[in-house]
């Protein structure tokens, strides 16, 4: 038997699959990616060398209003490592200035005060000099059109972005289901961007795209849109990390916010990438807390199943879900229609302009049941589970018992990705 650590949740859970059933373990060079400098010299060293830039310092001189957005409680971002560094820039150019960090929650519910005291620290979040403010994309008052977007969308995004003298962002670069990337453009669309032009960019035709895929940015029109909306926000200045599997800095980037992200993406798509193992069975994450907080952020990762599952094969989802299943409209979909060609087709017949909230999410599910069985080792309830059309189990041992009843053989063979949104899995030829 093979041994081997799973995150889920906060903690880790250890699985054990037979030697002879494993085909491969696929995992980013992210895991062992031997980078000696602390997390802080890392982010230093990128503020010192901003790409396609001026220096923060300088961009920040004689700009009294500076806003930052930062990423929200369902992204792995050291904010408490990255902000300090960029902090100290900014003082060094205008120690007058005055800083609101937006924080970009998308389509997500609103941060928490204890959320952003976890991701801050509490020297950060109770300094009087800076201010918090949460983005809340339903609140159409707090937005300001910019114009329209190439897929046709009205841009509106949060006006206090849109008054900044000078807008920054922090966020970290991964493999990202649909925008072939996160980071960079996406801080502004769909961080704080309106609801109204988060549907728009999140369209049927858009997800369905073959560019919109993880890794791929190149003709991808959810990313064109997102760069287009990052330009005419006017952000100025961006810091981008890549993380390793503990959650630590090993690559930081900044400067342009098309261009450092660019350099933060090649670094990203050699070091996550990983050949497929075709196999009937896949195991796969979320990767932890805090990316497997619910159902919606897991279909992220299973994603990366998908690209390394034989059709009509079995994915084994190990992901805590601590707060069900993260969209009520994402979860009707399913709990209200037993056909996912039913659901597909509606989808797919939904004009652009008529994309209704967790469409997008509930379109890949929707991909990925209609080729795989999806088994679900998850703290969510046993009913959620299978309202929406996956099957519960209670833990790996019961998932595999299930998944070579389902098969119909029990010695089908099995890849595992210990961490499914870290990975871009690469077509490879199927093991026989």
């Not at 072939?180 to 309106?194: A, E, M, Q, T, W």
């Not at 009707?332 to 909230?357: C, G, H, Q, W, Y």
Request: contains cysteine; charged residues 25%; hydrophobic residues 40%.
């Amino acid at each position: 038997m093979v041994k081997i650590k799973l995150p889920f949740g906060k903690k880790t859970m250890e699985i054990t699959v037979p030697k002879e059933r494993l085909n491969g373990v696929l995992r980013s060079g992210a895991h062992a990616y031997g980078e000696q400098k602390s997390e802080e010299d890392l982010v230093k060293e990128a503020l010192n060398a901003p790409a396609g830039s001026r220096p923060l310092s300088e961009l920040a001189r004689d700009k009294r209003n500076i806003v930052l957005i930062a990423s929200d409680h369902t992204r792995p971002v050291p904010s408490r490592v990255i902000l300090p560094p960029v902090l100290e820039e900014i003082k060094k150019g205008n120690a007058e200035a005055v800083l609101t960090i937006l924080i970009a929650t998308g389509f997500h519910r609103p941060t928490t005060r204890q959320e952003l005291i976890d991701k801050f620290g509490a020297g950060i979040v109770n300094d009087p000099a800076i201010r918090f403010v949460v983005h809340q994309s339903e609140k159409e008052e707090d937005m300001v059109r910019l114009g329209r977007l190439p897929s046709g969308g009205e841009l509106l995004i949060n006006r206090i972005a849109a008054e900044a003298d000078l807008l920054l962002s922090e966020g970290f670069i991964e493999p990202h289901f649909f925008a072939g990337f996160s980071g960079g453009r996406k801080s502004v669309l769909p961080g704080i961007s309106s609801r109204m032009s988060v549907l728009a960019n999140h369209c049927s035709e858009f997800i369905a795209d073959e560019n919109a895929r993880t890794g791929v940015l190149e003709g991808n029109p959810v990313h064109r849109d997102m760069v287009w909306a990052a330009g005419r926000a006017n952000l100025a200045f961006i810091v981008n990390v890549v993380l390793d599997a503990d959650k630590k800095v090993i690559r930081a980037f900044a400067g342009h916010y098309e261009q450092a992200h660019q350099e933060g993406c090649a670094f990203a798509d050699k070091l996550f990438g990983a050949d497929a193992v075709m196999s009937d069975i896949v195991v796969v994450t979320n990767g932890g807390y805090p990316l497997d907080q619910n159902i919606y952020q897991t279909v992220k990762g299973m994603t990366a199943a998908e690209a390394t599952c034989r059709p009509g094969g079995v994915i084994i989802m190990c992901s805590a879900c601590s707060d069900g299943h993260g969209g009520q409209n994402f979860y009707d979909i399913f709990a209200n229609e037993k056909s996912e060609a039913v659901i597909m087709k509606r989808i797919l017949e939904t004009d652009r302009d008529a994309t209704v909230p967790d469409q997008w999410e509930a379109q890949i599910l929707c991909r990925i049941l209609m080729n795989y069985h999806v088994i679900m080792v998850t703290q969510a309830s046993r009913e959620m589970t299978e309202a929406m059309h996956m099957t519960y189990a209670a833990d790996f041992e019961e998932a595999l018992f299930l998944a070579d009843a389902y098969l119909g053989k029990k010695d089908a063979g099995i890849t595992v990705i210990p961490d499914g949104v870290s990975v871009i899995v690469r077509p490879a030829f199927p093991v026989h």
